[in-house]
Every structure is written in C-alpha cells, then in structure tokens.
C-alpha cells in the first residue's frame, strides 16, 4: 500500500480573535490508500482543521499536505478547487447536497463538473445509488429523504468521480441509531469493495468501533495512533 | 445542468421570487404605459403641429423665418416645383400665402391668420377636408373662404354668410375684400381652430396683391424620419442665396424644447419607478445570497469553480428578470395596441382647461418599438449591475468559512 496522504509538521493557527488559537501543533500523519481510518478527539482538539487542511480547504500556518505526493498547503485557491475535484470526496456533517437537484443529478453533479459525458455519468450514478440502496429515490429532491437517505446520496456522490479518498466530517452527527449503522455498513463496503479511503473525524462510538485506525488528537497533537 | 439549477434556484422561495417578478412586471407595464403615452402625445403633437401649420419641412424666401412679413415673398413656378418634387422621399409640395388680417362680421371683429391655399395639395398635407363641418370645401380659384369653428362661432357668421377681411398687403398695398363663408372646418388645437380662415392661393395672392408669390412651400415627406436626408438634398438643388429651407425642428424650436422639458421629467419618473423596483432587487439579490452561504461553501468545497458558481447566479437574476421583463410587455402591448387605435379623448371641463393651452384633449399612445425594449435593457442593466453583488460574495468566498458561518 502506498501513502494517499502525508501530513509533516502540520500548524495551524487562528489569529481571528484577540489571542491567537493553536489548532494543530506539529501534526504528522500518513493516511494509506484503502484506509478506514478515524480521527477522534474531544471538541476543539483540531479534528475539523485537520481534516479542512488535508481536503485542501484551509490552509497550515505552517508544515506540508502532500496528497498523491502533491504538495496542496501550497497551492492558489483555483488549483486547490481543482485538485479537490479531481481527487476528493467530501461527505459533511449537515446533509450537503443541492436542494434544488434530485438525488440522481446530485450524484451525478461532480461528475458533470469533471465533464464525463452523460451516459457515464447516468450509469456510474445508478450503479451507486443501487450499491446505497436507494435507486428507487433517484428522481426525488433531498427535502424528500430521511437524514440517513440523504447521507447515503452525500457519500455516493463522494465516491462517484472515485476520488483518491472521502473526508467526512462527523457524518453519523445527525443521524439515528439505524441510519448510523446503515451508513457505516455502506461505508465499511465501499472501503472493501471499490478499495475506497475512507478518513472521518467523530464523536461517535459507532464509527470508532467499525474504523480500521483510530488517530486521537488533543490540544492539537496526535496522542495515539492504533490500528486494528 | 446550470440552466436547470437556476431555473430551479428561482422557484425555491417562490413567494418571493413571484414578488420580485411582479415587481419587474409592474414596473415594466407602467414604464411602458407611461412612455407610450408621453411619446405618443409627442408625436401628436408634432404631427399636428407639422400637418397644420408647418409641414416637416418648410422652404421660403431667405430671411423670411426671421422676418414674417408679406414682403419676404418668393416666387413660385414649375421649375422650383419639379426640382422640389423629384427629390426622393418628398411626395408633394404645398404653397402657401400666409398673413394676418382683420375679419369681420356684422359688429364682431377679430384678427385672424389667413391662409392661401392649394386646395387639393393643403388637403395633402392637412387632411383638411376631413376636418370639414359645415359647408364645402375650397376648389382651385375659388373666391370663398373656409373660417375656422372657434372664429365662426366668436364672429356668429355662417355657410353663405360674407365675411370682411382687411389687412395690409405687399409693399403696403392695402388689403381688403369680401368672402363668402363656404364652409367651417374644426382643428382639434384650439390655438387654430380659434384664428384660421383658409381662401384659394389664387384669390390670397389677389387680395395681398403678389401675383405668382408665396410665402412658404410646405413640403409632404414619406417618412418624418427622412427630413435630415431631404434638406441635405435640397440645400445642393436649392439657390440658398434666394431661399431657406428649414426641418420641424427648426420651424417648431418651443414644441421641441418643450417635448424635451417634458421628456426630460418624465425619465425622472422613469428612473424613480427603477430606483424602488431596484432596491426591491436587490434585497431579494441579498436574501438569496445570505440562505445560501453554506451551499456555496458546499459547492466550492466539492470543487465548483467560482466562475461556474457566478455564472449560475446571473443565469437565477438573467431568468427573473427576463420574466417580469416579458411579463410585463406582454401585458403592456395589448392594452397599448388598444389605445393606440382609440385614444383617450377628454371631455367637459377638464378637456377645456387643457385646451386653453394649446393642447389637445386627449391622450394618445405610441407603439415605437424602442418603448418596450429600453424598459427590458433598463432591468436588464440594473439586474446586472446589482448582480454584481453576489458574483462579488462568491468572488471573496472561502467554503470553510461559509459552512461554519452559516
């Protein structure tokens, strides 16, 4: 297996408020291709800023992201939207999809901006949506999903331009008991089955016991690093 | 795709967005109604102004349009007929013999404009046969007179009746003779209809003693649009050292200055209406904006560029405006097709108060096509200058920023 993502000496300050916000502090971390891996901490410890700066969303105060062997900390905004097109998949915690969209188009969204041409697109989207188990919902709008339903189209649409890896910031926050295990299990099979890597940050025991690795960070610093 | 998010974007608060449409549509119905009747009051006006006392262009003796006196006549003949005639666009030339002179009947006396005419030429021009109300018409040579409605009724003279005219003819020569009222004819602006009396172009030059002179030749044009092309023409055929010849626009310099006073407030109206409808806009513009932060955020952190984000955004303000733009004319144009064939006439004392100044009493509508498309590019100028807002928010965009504020 070969490193997807390396995370050196990573800082991250906010300066926004009168006394400056340490985030991260000397983060170092290799994420593998085909990883499930989870990153937990307390509130505030800098799971979030960890994942924003490695999906390319933010950038460190100081240290490196290569991802693919790309160094991302460094690039413009218009390279860092493309770079995130071409090779991440974002799941977040509020349901993100486009109300306006059916939960096809949705999927098929990312797609369109990577410019495949519709009937790939059509396909790959059905293929994903039936591996969800919700082809059936293809033509509806989000409004007229469960929170569960709608996480599973956010995570097909993550994988549908089979992104290098799929951040998901606390993906299960707002789901039941039921849809959690749903999503997990989509997840966990995705992971398996189109070699998928998967990296969340949560609170929630669920997701920690189905990870493969867990990363704990406090006060900004990674405390432990299993894998199971 | 983008096309369809839009289009979808718009319907999303559809109260609101049928508001901001009907704003648009409203505004757009009332500048066109508004503008329709302004213009088409203008052209009323210039054309009456053209077809009764003008015509679009006008040729005298030099010096005459400083100097309206008799003495400033020019001779008429076939040769400066067949010149004026062949130049392209003109259809026909008018002679006229104008001059003041007392008319009389009974014990009233009142000062009046007395018009020699060409009968079937003036016709030409003024349709004035139309405006007959009693009596005949004036044939070639005749030695009766048509007087206008107001002058007949402030002189009681009637069809039959003989009317005294005295004035001072050319080079001073006295002028005075007797003219059965032939007919009455009705102008609809009170200024002429109260002073006119028309006589034959051969009896004016008899009774102002100026055989073979004219004071003016009105000419008739195919198109009001073609006067500038015409006068160009004429100046190379014309002797300019002899005569002048000047457009409407010369010949009417108060109406076109007062047409400008006019036009100029009614923008000012025009720009008020948008001003509101604008900040209507623009609010909704903002709203739009403000719920939609996060999905921005979303759409940014999933890799949509700016451009395509902004592109799709003007698309949502393009659409809506096109909306209430096409509303709006569609509502507008049949109700202006339809005054515009029955104007509005206004009657009893109202249309009298408007009358004593000149005008008349009604209102008429203009169908130019330029009414209705400054009123689309007037919205469509403001939805983008206004659109430059949310192009700017999504242009300074950062997506972790917008999910976490929103």
Redesign the interface.
Known sequence: MSGVIKAENLHKVYSETKIPVKALNGVNLEIMEGEFTAIVGPSGCGKTTLL?II?G??HPTMGNVLVANEDIANMKD?EL??F???NI??V?Q?Y?L????TTL?NVE??M???KQDKTQREKRSMELLEEMGIADKANMRPSELSGGQQQRVAVA?ALASKPKFILADEPTANLDSKSTENLLDIMAKMNKEENATFVFSTHDQRVIEKAKRIVTLEDGVIISDVKK | ?YI??AW??IW?NKRRSLITIGSITFAVLLACIMRSMQLGSYDRMIENAARFYTGYIQIHKAGYWDEKIIDNSFSWDQELLAKVENTEGVNSAVPRVESFALASFENKTKGGMVLGISPEREHELTRIKDKMVEGEYLQDNDEGAVVSEGLAKYLKIGVGDTLVLIGQGYHGANAAGLFFVKGIAKFPVPEQNNQTIFISLKKAQWFYAMPDLITSMSLVVDKAKNVDRILADLNGKLDMNYLEIMGWKDLMPDLLQGIEIDNISGRIMLWILYAVIGFGMFGTFMMMTAERM??FG?????????V?MQFSVFLEMLMMSSIGVIAGISISLPILVYYFYNPVFMTGEKAEAIEQFGVEAAYFFSLQPSLFYNQAWAIFFMAWILGFYPLYVIQRLK??EA?REA
Do not use: T, W
């Not at chain 1, 486009?98 to 969209?101: A, D, G, N, S, T």
């Open positions: 924003n999906g969303l933010d218009g939207i493309d995130r097109l071409k998949g974002f977040f509020a993100n486009i109300p306006v969209l188009e969204f990312i369109l901006l990577q649409r | 795709m369809k998010i979808r974007n999303r996060y999905e979303v759409m940014m952190s999933i890799g949509m560029k700016r395509k997506p972790v999910m």
